[in-house]
């Protein structure tokens, strides 16, 4: 089993940035791919940010030049700083890891979801 653990979420003004953390833990050989995706309310899911294992990072169009993506790989840990915050990126922000196990299956977990606030 994996487990997800999420923090850095809270409420925060427009303009203002946080930074969310995401730490796996369990049987792991290693990690692959890393996302975070949120949904805001009455909304679809959407991507907005992917790490592969070799550090090449993809965004939405959104948050392109705002939200920077990156990973420990010591910690096993995926990180999303944010920036320029605006209220329409509120959300609740979930990370999602794709797995190699130490039974070398290949497994995506997810995270509970840590909500993110921005007023206005």
């Known amino acids: 089993q994996v487990q997800l653990v999420e923090s850095g979420g809270g409420l925060v003004q427009a303009g203002g940035s946080l930074r969310l953390s995401c730490a796996a833990s369990?049987?792991?050989?290693?990690?692959?791919?890393m996302d975070w995706y949120r949904r805001a309310p009455g909304e679809q899911r959407e991507l907005v940010a992917a790490?592969?294992?070799?550090?090449?990072?993809n965004y939405a169009d959104s948050v392109k030049g705002r939200f920077t993506i990156s990973r420990d790989n010591a910690k096993n840990t995926v990180y999303l700083q944010m920036n320029s915050l605006k209220p329409e990126d509120t959300a609740v922000y979930y990370c999602?890891?794709?797995?190699?196990?130490?039974?070398?299956?290949?497994?995506?977990?997810w995270g509970k979801g840590t909500l993110v606030t921005v007023s206005s």
């Open positions: 999602k890891v794709s797995v190699t196990t130490q039974h070398y299956y290949v497994m995506n977990y």
């Open positions: 790490i592969t294992s070799g550090g090449s990072t």
């Open positions: 369990g049987s792991i050989f290693s990690i692959n791919e």
